[in-house]
Structures are given as structure tokens and as C-alpha cells.
């Protein structure tokens, strides 16, 4: 009789295994178009989510190489992979903090080496001071805010349900993004925790060192993920502007699918180099 109840447990357990699939996750299939290439460039892409982990593939661009941004919410930390050097960096709260104290401290020094230099000289000085000064390092006070607007224009897009949003920096339009429900995509509701996580972890990192990514004038705001968790639903089309209103990217969620995922998915690859993150 205890053999059979052994086997009969056994049996219950392997049944509830099985039914359990081992590393399901959520795999977004993104497609990323370059309106400022004549003609248009369309790239398509990938984002893996499982549990508080995210991954999302960086298609070569203007300013960019390919690459892929991993979120790992289990460590609280952001890792930025660059396949064209074979290598990434990682970001994590103590990182950032790091960051944040070498541009306090960098820009005392300017203020001290400023201190006695007269007013008709300031200005070439602090261009040349900060010239020499690590990227990201500026006396900008705090990192410029954008507004998240919700409008009353509701549309179908590649079949999800959404709500038009418009993202502002004073009268600047930046973007606008057709939002679905996030109960409307495919694995959607266990997404929500990977994505807010990581817009948390960009905010933070904005706030720390306002001009982190600025480049040419432009400003990294944290795109999309800025809105993140007051869109309360994922972008089903997001279009970003330029400063002539003229459109320069777009985003479309074409398909999310539920896929078993190896763990080595939100590792940067085998034989990759770390690099220091500097700044």
C-alpha cells in the first residue's frame, strides 16, 4: 500500500511539473522604421521578457551599432551589450550612484578653477574646462521634464484596441503613442513588472546624472520608458519627432507570443568583454 501511495504522489508531482512549462517567457516581435533615411529603413526586432527580466534588441541605426539591452530585475541592473566591440557594460544603483558623485565632484572643480577668472573670460574657460570633462559631466541642474497627455482619439492598430498619448517638452511634441491595455498582448499582465522595472531604473539614472546619453545637442530623456508606468499599457505604435515636427522613427508591436527562454537570454554572450563604465 506505501508503494503505491509513493508512486500515486510521484505521479501527482511529475503531472503538475509537466503542466508547469520550465522558463516561459514573452518574446515581442518590434519592427523600428527610419524615416530620415530616404527611402525609409525598416528593421525588425525582438524583446524577451520573463519574470522581473527584460531584453531588448538595439537595431543598427544612425547613432548606434547593434546591440541589445538587458534589464535584470533580479539584480537590479542594466547591462548594455555592443556586438560590434564584443563587449557590454553593467549598470547597477551603486554604478550609478558613482556616476553621480564623479559629476558632482567634477564640476566643483570647475567652479573652483572658475572662481577668480573674470567675467569677459568665464565663458571661454568654462568651454574649455568642460570640453576636457567626461561625457555626461555639465552644470545642468536637473534633467528636463517632459509631459505625458492623453487624448480622447481611440483607434485600431495591427489589431490591439489603443488610446492616443502625446509626450511634450514645453510646446516641443516628441512623440505620440497608441497605447493598448496591457491585457490586450499576449502575455501582457506578466510583462508589467519587467517594464515599469526598467523605466524605474531609467528614471533614476536621469535624475542622478541629468545628461547621461546627450549627444549633439539632443537630450536622452528615456524615451518611451520615461511614461512607462503612467501609460499604465503597452506602445502598440510609437512615433518619435524632430524639432521641425517632422517625423523621424516609428515603432510597431507586430506579435507577442509566449516562448520557452533559455536564462542565457538575459546574459550578455559567451566570450564578450566587460568594460568599465565611465562616463
Not at 11 to 19: D, K, M, Q, R, V
Not at 97 to 102: H, L, N, R, V
Not at 118 to 142: I, N, W
Not at 252 to 273: I, M, N, Q
Request: proline share 5%.
Amino acid at each position: 500500500m506505501r508503494a503505491f501511495q509513493r508512486l500515486f504522489i510521484f505521479a501527482l508531482a511529475t503531472t503538475f511539473l509537466i503542466a508547469l512549462p520550465a522558463g516561459a517567457g514573452v518574446v515581442f516581435e518590434i519592427e523600428t522604421t527610419d524615416h530620415q533615411q530616404s527611402p525609409p529603413k525598416t528593421q525588425a526586432s525582438e524583446g524577451y521578457v520573463e519574470g522581473k527580466n527584460l531584453k531588448m534588441e538595439i537595431a543598427a541605426g544612425r547613432h548606434n551599432d547593434k546591440g541589445d539591452m538587458i534589464y535584470r530585475g533580479d539584480r537590479r541592473e542594466m547591462v548594455v551589450v555592443d556586438h560590434s566591440e564584443k563587449s557590454y557594460i553593467v549598470m547597477n544603483e551603486q554604478a550609478v550612484q558613482q556616476m553621480a558623485d564623479q559629476v558632482s565632484s567634477a564640476m566643483s572643480q570647475v567652479e573652483e578653477a572658475l572662481k577668480n577668472v573674470p567675467a569677459d573670460q568665464r565663458a571661454m574657460m568654462e568651454k574649455m574646462l568642460k570640453d576636457r570633462m567626461p561625457p555626461g559631466t555639465t552644470d545642468t541642474p536637473s534633467r528636463p521634464k517632459s509631459e505625458l497627455r492623453k487624448t480622447n482619439e481611440r483607434a485600431e492598430k495591427n489589431g490591439y484596441p489603443c488610446v492616443k498619448y502625446e509626450v511634450f517638452r514645453e510646446s516641443r511634441k516628441l512623440r505620440e503613442l497608441w497605447v493598448t491595455d496591457w491585457s490586450n498582448v499576449e502575455g501582457g499582465e506578466e510583462a508589467v513588472d519587467a517594464f515599469e522595472g526598467m523605466a524605474e531604473f531609467f528614471e533614476k539614472l536621469l535624475d542622478s546624472i541629468p545628461d547621461f546619453g546627450q549627444k549633439d545637442g539632443d537630450t536622452f530623456d528615456g524615451g518611451v520608458f520615461e511614461h512607462m508606468r503612467e501609460l499604465d499599457g503597452f506602445p502598440v505604435v510609437t512615433r518619435e519627432f524632430g524639432e521641425d515636427g517632422s517625423l523621424t522613427d516609428e515603432t510597431v508591436l507586430r506579435s507577442a507570443t509566449r516562448r520557452a527562454l533559455d536564462p542565457d537570454d538575459f546574459e550578455p554572450p559567451a566570450g564578450y568583454k566587460r568594460r568599465s563604465m565611465g562616463i
